[in-house]
């Protein structure tokens, strides 16, 4: 069974940080792309960050150089530490993994919901004063 779970969502601070853990069970995560998405009310689901099955990384121009993604193959987890955090930051976040159709990489254009399946249930950040 393929099934990816966050956590560590919370109520934050602007400027603040947290730590968003994806658990992976049902198969080996080294061989796949996971990606990072946020939803915020009203708006589409939009990527945030990915990290391939090599540990290569892609992160959206928004969020680039205040996220950071990784991976523990022990844990079999993947993370994504996000530190100054802005109120527009505020959404839903969800994992999940990239169709083997589109490769085991991240690619190298926006990361696109349409690409991936298996999606958790999501685990809400709220970045406010």
């Known amino acids: 069974q393929v099934q990816l779970v966050e956590s560590g969502g919370g109520l934050v601070q602007p400027g603040g940080s947290l730590r968003l853990s994806c658990a992976a069970s049902?198969?080996?995560?080294?061989?796949?792309?996971i990606g990072w998405f946020r939803q915020a009310p009203g708006k589409e689901r939009e990527g945030v960050s990915c990290?391939?099955?090599?540990?290569?990384?892609y992160y959206a121009d928004s969020v680039k150089g205040r996220f950071t993604i990784s991976r523990d193959n022990a844990k079999n987890t993947v993370f994504l530490q996000m530190n100054s955090l802005k109120p527009e930051g505020t959404a839903i976040y969800y994992c999940a993994r990239r169709r083997l159709t589109y490769g085991s990489t991240c690619g190298k254009g926006p990361i696109l919901p349409g690409e991936y399946h298996y999606w958790g249930q999501g685990t809400q950040v709220t970045v406010s004063s």
């Open positions: 990290i391939s099955g090599s540990d290569g990384t």
């Open positions: 049902g198969f080996t995560l080294d061989y796949y792309a």
